[in-house]
């Protein structure tokens, strides 16, 4: 049974950081990112990063771009999501997603909250 559990969520001050985790039981996943979900807004791609042999390729929303890093731990199933510079309106719920390739990530996880708020 494949199962992506989030962690890494919290509150934090704008300007901060905040560093998400997702681990991957049940499978092994060449693609695997990140999306959220703000309040009334539809879900959205905030980085992705897929395997190629032994090449990981990542790619961001303009909106993290040099604020947010994507990695992967093949050893350990897992992606990591690191978020620095943090603003109010990176405020959302954040969701895992992987699936054998780009075209077919099916798999979510149960999401993580994530608050910027002074």
């Known amino acids: 049974q494949v199962q992506l559990v989030e962690s890494g969520g919290g509150l934090v001050q704008p300007g901060g950081s905040l560093r998400l985790s997702c681990a991957a039981s049940g499978s092994i996943f060449n693609a695997m990112g990140w999306y959220r979900q703000a309040p009334g807004k539809q879900r959205e791609l905030v980085a992705r990063?897929?395997?190629?042999?032994?090449?990981?390729?990542?790619n961001y929303a303009d909106s993290v771009k040099g604020r947010f890093t994507i990695s992967r731990d093949n050893a350990k199933n897992t992606v990591y999501l690191q978020m620095n510079s943090l603003k109010p309106e990176d405020t959302a719920v954040y969701y895992c997603n992987a699936g054998p390739s780009i075209a077919n990530m099916g798999y979510w996880g149960q999401g993580t909250q994530v608050t910027v708020s002074s």
């Open positions: 990063i897929t395997r190629s042999g032994s090449t990981n390729y990542a």
